[in-house]
Every structure is written in C-alpha cells, then in structure tokens.
C-alpha cells in the first residue's frame, strides 16, 4: 500500500475474526514499527505479543475484577478526566459507534457490554502490550517514544491487512496482565493494542472518527499569507 493509503485508510478495528495472526507476520510488523523515531535512539520500549491460552487468562481476569468492582490498577498515569474540547471529540466519537452498532441511549446492558469489549482486547485473536523500562518513568521523552512506536504499529499491521485498536481498559487490572503476559518487575505497563484480521460485518468497524481540520490545529509563522 502506498504511505498516503495507509494513513488515510486506517481506523481503529473493533470487531475481529477468530483466524490466527501468524507470528512471522507479527515480526514483521514490528520491525516496521520499530523504524520510529526515539529520543537519542533510546529505543525505551518492549513487546509482549499475546494470544491463546494466555490471552484468554488476561480476558477473564480483566472482566471479572472489574465486574466484581475490583479498582482499576493502570500502572500509567491517566491524569484528569477529559474536560472541554477533548471531552466533546471524546463524546463525539462514542455516539458515532453507538449510532453504527444500533446502541441505544437507554440500553444500559448493550453500553455495559460495549465497555467489557474494551477488558476483553476486543476479542482480537492477539494483543500487544507495550511496556518501558521502569529507570525511565520519569522522563516525558519515554512516554513520547512509545506513543511513537504504537502509531507506527498500527500503520505497520494495516499496510498488511491486519486490523487495531489502541486500548487502555485492556491493562486496566494490571496484575492479571502482568501474570500472564509475563512482565518483569523492572517495565511498565503503558497499553495494550489488539490485533487481528478486520470482521467486516461488524458495524463498528465502518467508523472513521473525524479530525479536526490544518487551519484548526495549525499555526503558520513567517510564510506569506
């Protein structure tokens, strides 16, 4: 695919096929997306590519930890609820997926279950959880460089044909997802990004979430007008 088609095309999968990823195909995914750039090449990020059994054991234990109320453990700062303009796109891009899925306002048990997909990694056949090492967590430059590669990741797997969606309620109750994906005590868990092949009867995955226009993002200093 060309670059402009990559970019343009991609959006966030949320429905997936149970067919498997092969790993080669993961590798090469992730060689693409480790080309990102990185603060003096630190390069702070690690990998940890779950499927099966594995990743079944990190579903259940997300779902029944939050169901039974159990406080979320994310181990990355989440900072302030979202307030204002970021509130509204926030807004904004739910009721696009509610609208596509046929959700109700008022059907609060088909909202709870949207919500548990999200615990669930979608019920992608593979999630990827990005992790740093623990001596860097204080440097913004960290977070920068993993935002980094997860957004070459994305691109990377859509230039194969593989679908994603970056996601935080899929780390949400840490120790489970430390325990299974087998996490060092010395990373972080930062997110967690499923991966599969796009369900192409799944409404959802029809949404592009709108962006804000250049002239609304951008200002433009020392060039003629």
């Given at each position: ?85 970021h ?13 596509a ?11 709870q ?81 499923a991966?599969?092949w ?13 962006r ?14």
């Amino acid at each position: 695919m060309h670059f402009d088609d990559v970019i343009l095309g991609r959006r966030s999968i949320r429905g997936y096929t149970p067919a498997p990823v092969p790993r080669a195909l993961i590798a090469e995914v992730l060689t693409l997306a480790m080309r990102a750039p990185s603060s003096m090449n630190t390069q702070p990020y690690h990998f940890h590519v779950v499927s099966g059994p594995a990743l079944d054991a990190i579903r259940a234990g997300n779902s029944e930890r939050m169901i039974a109320g159990v406080p979320q453990s994310r181990e990355f700062r989440t900072g302030i609820a979202f307030g204002g303009a970021h509130r509204e796109r926030q807004i904004g891009v739910a009721k696009q997926l509610f609208a596509a899925m046929n959700i109700a306002r008022d059907d609060a048990d088909a909202r709870q279950n949207w919500v548990m997909r999200g615990f669930r990694q979608f019920d992608a056949p593979v999630c990827v959880i990005i992790t740093y090492d623990r001596d860097l967590a204080d440097s913004d430059d960290t977070a920068f460089d993993c935002g980094a590669v997860a957004t070459a990741l994305v691109n990377a797997a859509w230039s194969r044909g593989l679908g994603t969606v970056i996601n935080s309620q899929g780390i949400m109750q840490s120790p489970v997802v430390r325990e299974h994906a087998r996490i060092p005590g010395d990373q972080v868990i930062m997110k967690s990004i499923a991966l599969g092949w796009p369900d192409h009867d799944f409404s959802a995955n029809a949404v592009v979430s709108e962006r804000r226009s250049v002239d609304e993002a951008a200002v433009f200093i020392g060039f003629d007008d």
